[in-house]
C-alpha cells in the first residue's frame, strides 16, 4: 500500500504550462500570492480569479484535482472565516446570544475565504504541473545569487532530490520493520494516542539506524561516481528559457500591473 | 604495469573509544601484491570478513592504505591530486543497488557521473543512451529507479559507472542482494562488457558460479591472498578450497566427488557441458562407467 504513494502531487499530461520552465511557475506563483495580499476591492478578486482560471483550462488538469489540495486547509480555512465573522468589531448585523456577526466581518471573512482559496489552488497549479525533481532544479538556479552570501544553494537542492528519492524507500522499509513487528506481537492500532505514540519508538530505531547506513552507502557512492559539490558541474538537463518562458513572463507583468490598476 | 597494481598493500581499521584512544586494530588487508592487466576479468573470492570489499575499496581511492601503495594507470592512490582521475578510470559499483542510485530517474541516474565530470550536456546524453544500451536498460530510461527489480536496479548502477567512461570497473558483491535470475542478467551484462569493449572486470563475489569465467582468480582469507591463478586450477582444489570455507561450483563438486569414487575425470571442471562430455568420452572407451554402475 506504501508503494503506491505519489510524491508532491504531479499529474502527468501534455499542456503549455507543464512544459513551462520551472523558474517561470515559481516566480509566477509567488507573485501570483504576493498579488491576492495587494488587491482590495471587488474587481481586483474578479481579475485573481479570472488569471487562475485561464491557468487552470491551460493547464489541462481536472478541476477535482486542484480541489483535492483543499482538503488539507478546510478546518484551517473555517477557523479563519469564523474568527473573521464573529470577532471583526463594526456595525452589527445579527446578534446571536453572546456572538455579533458584524458588517465589516461578512467582509473580511469572504475576503480571507477567497484569498485562502486562491492562493491553495495557485500552488496547486504549479505542483501539479511540475516534477519535484524539475521543482527542485528550478529553485537551484533561482536561489543561485544567493550563493555570493554563503547560502548553499546547490546543496540544499541537492538534499531535497535525495530526500525525494529515498521517501518512498524508506517508508517502503517502515512497512516491511512494522510488519516484522506485527508478526511478533507488537501492537500500532490500539490503545491511546500516547501509547500508539510510544508503539512507534521501536519502530523509528531500526529505522533511523538503517537510514544512517543508507546516508553512508550512498554518500560513498557519490564519492566514487566522483560527486565534488556544485562547482564545475554540468548539467544533463540544463534550465534555458524559451519563447514561450519570455511571453509568460510578459503575461505575468500585465497581469500584476493590472492588478494594481484596479486595486 | 598493469592497470590496477598493489604493492604489500596493508589496511587497518582503528577502533577507538570515546576519549579517542585506541581500543582495537583490525588487519583487514594484509600484504596483498596484485598486478592486474588491462582487459582482464578477475574475480576476487572470500567468505565473509576475508577483507576482499575493503581491498575493492583501495582501487577507487575511497580507502587509503595504511602500508603499501596502490597504483591505478600509474597513479598513486594516495595521491590527493589524482583522486578524481583514479575514480573516474576505475569505477565502483557497490552491493545495495538502493544505497547508489541517485536520481529519481533512470537516465539522470546514469546522468550523474559524467555531470560530476563536466562534460558537456549533448555529450552526456550520448552517454547515457550507450551506457543504457549497453547493459540492456535504454526502454526503461524514464522509469522510476524504485519500480525496478534489483537486477535491473544493479545493471543500471553498472550503466551509470559506464558512462564515465573508466577503463575498469570494480563490482563490490553486486549480486549479493539479487535473486538467481538478478544475479544472471547482471553478470550477463558484465560479462558482455568485458569481452565488447574490453574494460577491466574486478568482481568481488562469494558465488563461486559467477568466477568460472574469470580469467584469473584470487581468494583471499583473513586479509591475505591465499590462492591464486586460473579457475580451473584454483576449483580443482576442492579440499583447501572447503577448508577456506568457500564452496565449489556444484559441478565441480559433483566431478570431484565422482573422481574420489574411481572414476576417472580430470580436475577442475567447471560448466555442466563440460562433465557431459567427460561422461560421455568414459562411456565410449568403456572405462569406469561399469565400475559406477557395479557399486
Known sequence: MLRDITLGQYYQTESVIHRLDPRVKLVATICYILSLFLVDSVWGYLAAGLFL????????????????????????????????????????????WKLTITKEGVRVAVMMAVRLTFLIIGSSVMTLTTTPNNLTDGMEKLMKPLRKIRVPVHEIA??????????????????????????????????????????????????????????????MAMEARCYRGGDNRTKMKPLIYQRRDRLAYIVLALYLVGCFVIG | MGIIKAINLAFEYIRRDEEGNVEGILRAVDGVNLDIEQGDFIAILGHNGSGKSTLA???????????????????????????????????????NPDNQIIGQVVEEDVGFGPENLSVPTEQIWERVEESLKAVGMYKFRKHSPNKLSGGQKQRVSIAGVIAMHPRCIILDEPTAMLDPNGRKEVIRAVRALNQAEGITVILITHYMEEVVYADKVYVMDDGKVVMQGEPRTI???????????????????????????????PDGILTIDELVEELKKLKCSGTGVDYVIDS
Open chain 1, 53 to 96: 482560471a485561464v491557468m487552470i483550462r491551460l493547464s489541462h488538469v481536472p478541476f477535482k484535482f486542484m480541489v483535492k489540495g483543499m482538503k488539507a486547509i478546510i478546518l484551517l480555512l473555517a477557523l479563519t472565516v469564523a474568527f473573521n465573522l464573529f470577532l471583526t468589531p463594526g456595525e452589527p448585523l445579527v446578534s446571536v
Open chain 2, 235 to 265: 576449483f580443482s582444489q576442492v579440499e583447501e578450497l572447503r577448508r577456506l570455507r568457500l564452496d565449489v561450483p556444484q559441478v565441480t563438486e559433483l566431478a570431484y566427488e565422482l573422481k574420489k569414487s574411481g572414476l576417472p575425470l
Open chain 1, 158 to 219: 541537492m538534499m531535497m532530490s535525495i530526500a525525494l528519492r529515498f521517501i518512498p524507500i524508506l517508508l517502503e522499509e517502515t512497512d516491511k520493520i512494522m510488519k516484522a513487528q506485527i508478526a511478533r506481537g507488537a501492537d500500532f492500532e490500539s490503545g491511546s494516542i500516547l501509547k500508539k505514540a510510544r508503539a512507534l519508538v521501536p519502530l523509528l530505531v531500526p529505522l533511523f539506524i538503517s537510514a544512517f547506513r543508507r546516508a553512508n552507502d550512498l554518500a
Open chain 2, 57 to 95: 575499496k583501495h582501487f577507487n581511492a575511497l580507502l587509503h592504505p595504511t602500508e603499501g601503495s596502490v597504483w591505478v594507470e600509474g597513479k598513486d592512490t594516495a595521491d590527493a591530486a589524482s583522486v578524481w582521475d583514479i575514480r573516474q578510470t576505475a569505477g565502483m559499483v557497490f552491493q
